[in-house]
């Protein structure tokens, strides 16, 4: 089976599956919260909590994830022994919405915020810009 090729483009946001309406800026620097992430998977084998973090930011990349287990387990780079114990422990971490793409919920309200700190920013630089260098 071959590796899945990743989409270089983000913006899926809206955690109910909904379309994109604008197209929203590639985010380089995905918020992580090692806290979080370790209280969240506390308890769980080594395999399924690399096999999470590489489908966390795999949705990063791409925006969502497909629905398919043997693409989702090349997209986490895991055998099938590690993908039958890795599994039961990551599929409520991403529901498949009525798209019929996987999505982690929780990292679409950071991709939510990321974007808007992105659109805050850009448009501050433009102001920025402007009052500069447009003198009367």
Not at 98 to 108: H, I, S, T, V, Y
Request: charged share 30%.
């Amino acid at each position: 089976m071959k590796a899945p090729t990743l989409a270089p483009v983000i913006g899926k946001i809206d955690p109910g599956g909904g379309a994109e309406h604008e197209r929203a800026p590639q985010m380089a620097k995905m918020p992580w919260y090692p806290r979080d992430f370790a209280s969240a998977t506390r308890g769980w084998p080594l395999v399924a909590r690399g096999a999470y973090r590489e489908l966390l930011d795999a949705q990063w990349d791409m925006g969502d994830l497909p629905d398919d287990h043997r693409e989702l387990r090349s997209i986490a780079i895991a055998t099938p022994a590690e993908w039958r114990i890795s599994w039961p422990f990551i599929a409520p971490k991403f529901p498949t919405g009525a798209d019929g793409r996987r999505r982690n919920p929780r990292l679409e309200i950071h991709r939510r915020k990321a974007i808007e700190l992105f659109k805050s920013q850009s448009a501050g630089g433009r102001a920025g810009n402007l009052s500069r260098w447009s003198r009367p």
